[in-house]
């Protein structure tokens, strides 16, 4: 059975930085393109960023340009998010995704931003 597990949210102050994690299993997670969406209270989930199966290519949504970065580790089955330079308007719950034969979410994690 597919799993996506997020770790690696919290409450950070502005201008603080976080690291995303999100461990795969049940699927072959190199086969996988991944990317990393948001969801803030009374909106809809963007996409934030995202990756292809072989790490050679990645693409962001404006908003987080030049602050957040996406990578992955195929040995580990874990794609990563590293924010930085963190804004209020960064606060949402963060969900990993697995594109592949089929397409796969994970439950969130919480990222708060807030002095």
């Known amino acids: 059975q597919a799993q996506l597990v997020e770790s690696g949210g919290g409450l950070v102050q502005p201008g603080g930085s976080l690291r995303l994690s999100c461990s795969a299993s049940?699927?072959?997670?190199?086969?996988?393109?991944m990317s990393w969406y948001r969801q803030a209270p009374g909106k809809e989930r963007e996409l934030v960023a995202g990756?292809?199966?072989?790490?050679?290519?990645?693409n962001y949504a404006d908003s987080v340009k030049g602050r957040f970065t996406i990578s992955r580790d195929n040995a580990k089955n874990t794609v990563y998010l590293q924010m930085n330079s963190l804004k209020p308007e960064d606060t949402a719950v963060y969900y990993c995704?697995?594109?592949?034969?089929?397409?796969?979410w994970g439950q969130g994690t919480q990222v708060t931003v807030s002095s």
């Open positions: 049940g699927f072959i997670f190199a086969r996988a393109a």
């Open positions: 995704k697995a594109t592949s034969m089929y397409t796969y």
């Open positions: 990756i292809n199966n072989v790490g050679d290519s990645t």
